[in-house]
């Protein structure tokens, strides 16, 4: 086992304003970037704050900026840095920061709430589900998701864009719509909801211009963009083809 | 004094993930106001860490299968020690649970016919997980959080308020149960991000605060599992039962050291892994033991057999309940048959193809490759037993999920003990969350609706103030600590240096894994039982640096409570335990015992700080002085009906020979 010293910069203060801090941390063998963090709060900076629960890729809430890149910090393997290379670490750049590397994510469950949930087939008990396995496959993609709100961070929309921010619901949440819709079982239409639709007039799918910058940074390597977005465009823009349709949705665009 | 903010609801569930969520459910569903209160973020619970499946004898992929055979199962995998009652509910009622998950939005994987696609496991009799490939726990958390988000659409819909019938609060610690004579009153916490302190007044309170494994070096476990529940619980009057067993998942990942632990599912050997040691040989023939002899293969052929044909071949001994498979694998690493880093070989790339590996173990294939540098697909893994589940927890009544003793409070998931016995298999944990975790919600919603508004319990002001005492003394120096009026605190003296919380935090799960571990000893748990109490004595000197908002040496502080408490009663309950079974084995008494089959170990408060709660005046500030007893209980006999389930040769094993009449 070797080990070395790494200068670190991390990233402290508080939503009033604060600065990169300069840490020597050790490093061992196979080590990620949150190991580093826990052993500066263990032996340098005890009230460093930082969100963390699997310490295994799971459960998306370590997310931050690695050298500038968005990412999961529990899979940030020390060993992709040379060890003369100074690594700095800041907060999601997207969301207001509470304190150091914890920011206010709120926002991704305020647009989660906004999504109308799955509507349940009538008449089908309980237990009599029947679906093929080839159609749950596209969902069960999306259904991969951490909710790291890394590809929400990373968005160009919204990032250093808070003025989108309430039209446009973000890689993550658009995805939901389209898991929704690609649900065999969904029974939204019956009710007169069409997902997508609703995507592009309730929810900003036209803000999205397709760059795929989400997909690139998504730990659960989600096709957002291929699988999900650009497929929810196709759908959306057929629903369109009607041009009484299309002017309706394009007047009620305008009015908000 | 200090600030304390004041809600007030129904039913308040501690813990968000798959007993907690599903316990806010029902209770919501049954018109009661709702708060579910979460360390960490909504759906990050350490659920999601869950990967091979929820148990559940749909009969999808073999119609064989049924609730007695699951029954059965479970009964054999906890020896016979399990609370009969909760396993047969669990049995009976895991097939629904499941089933109402998908009118939620829920998507198994599918048999050929479209059905919920069932995997088998160690120690289930039938294939019998519903599952998403190797993430189903992620599937489950996020399927309740999303039925949650429905209905708070639904009550938007109707009050234009989201949470004005269910609200989450997330990223909140509770530090105590607040009571007014017997009965709960509420809960006392504090927000993790500011700082602030509340009180919630609520009659009904569930606790589904998962296990305790932060308190091991070694474990799967997430920061989140510091025994909160299992404190709460005992702090508030309410017994502990069976703590004495813990289950060892055999397969943890060993190497590299930052990630020594972290699970790796049981689903590799359920989909063909073979375990081999230095030597390369399949070393699990040789610990099949006496009881299950008959069920496993004795050689390499019937085992290789056994995966395209079930019907004709015995199972490999590889699916063992967990607890021989654990035993198995340290028993070889002892023996100095172990890998490089100090595990055995588990390959399952000579049983599949790459493709298969992919699709079937998508996030074992990502993690070893990510965090070990290891193709999975293309080379065997290095794996170890790793501290994983705690069998015990809350003494319930099994049909209700109350906690005896304390009217008002509930638990239900890994924080209730007694379903699982002395072993639990695996997937049975996922399906205990969703049966239990209603049962609770629904006994909580009765029991708080039954109440007369007017008349619900009101905690006492005096118990609040020593709650905010408590929670605020990390920030004091060692001097105000030393000064309550106790001997103690006397004795420890201004002199006696501030702690710093992480030292003394990882002190502790170095006395639990070399001495209260996965192969146990008299003299060492004697030794453990000192070395906790000094440890007490030091975290009561814990101080924290900074201020309130969101500081984890504080949060870590106010943990070390509950860890400190949970380990004291692990190693209690195990140095009586004379015999081993399941999650307890000892090196000095290495045999099971049919006549310690009639006992289960409660353990209870005692001491000043055990009475926090009991009445006016209570001061939770000499929680620290409170010590954990142990009492012997006899089991209930097991129902007729429900052993005639089993041939006489095989309760012979476990029954004594009165039992059997
Ligand atoms: S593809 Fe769309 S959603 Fe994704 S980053 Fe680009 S603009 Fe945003
Ligand atoms: S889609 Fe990917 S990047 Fe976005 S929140 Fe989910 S896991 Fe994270
Ligand atoms: S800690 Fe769970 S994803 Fe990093």
Redesign the interface.
Known sequence: ?TSYEAHFKVWRG?AEGGDLRDYQVEV?????VL?IVHRL??TQA????????????????CSAEVNGRPRLMC?T?MSVFTRDETVTVTPMRTFPV???L?TD?SLN?TK??EV???V?PEGVA??E?????VD?ER??EF?????CFLCQNTCHVVRDHDENKPAFSGPRFLMRIAE?DM?PL?AAADHGLTRATSAQDDHGLGYCNITKCCTEVCPEQIKITDNALIPLKERAADRKYDPLVWLGSRIRRRGQ | MTNVERHAYDVVVVGAGGAGLRAAIEARERGMRTAVICKSLFGKAHTVMAEGGIAASMGNVNPHDNWQVHFRDTMRGGKFLNYWRMAELHAKEAPDRVWELETWGALFDRTPDGKISQRNFGGHEYPRLAHVGDRTGLELIRTLQQKVVSLQQEDFAETGDYESRLKVLQECTVTRILKSGQEVAGVFGYVRESGRLFVIDAPAVVLATGGIGKSFKVTSNSWEYTGDGHALALLAGAPLINMEFIQFHPTGMVWPPSVKGILVTESVRGDGGVLRNSDGKRFMFDYIPDVFKEKYAQTEEEADGWYTDPEHHRRPPELLPRDEVARAINSEVKAGRGTPHGGVFLDVSTRLTPEEIKRRLPSMHHQFKELADVDITAEPMEVGPTCHYMMGGVDVAPDTAEARGVPGLYAAGEVAGGMHGSNRLGGNSLSDLLVFGRRAGLSAARYAAALDPAARPVADQAEIDAAAREALRPFNGPEQAASQDTPEGAAGGAQAPAENPYTVHQELQQVMNDLVGIIRRGPEMEQALERLASLRERAGRAVVEGHRQFNPGWHLAIDLRNMLLVSECVAKAALERTESRGGHTRDDYPEMDRTWRKVGLLCTLTGPGAQAGAGAGADADSAADARVSVERRPMDPIRADLLDLFERDELLKYLTDEELG
């Open positions: 086992m508080d061992n063998d196979g080590e990620v190991d709060q263990a005890p009230d460093l704050a930082v969100r963390w629960n699997c310490k295994a890729g799971k459960c998306g809430s899979m393997r509470v304190r150091d914890v994510v469950y989660a709430r109308p949930s799955f349940p309980p237990g589900y029947r679906m093929a396995q749950v969902s069960q259904r991969k998701c951490i909710e929704l649900h969904d």
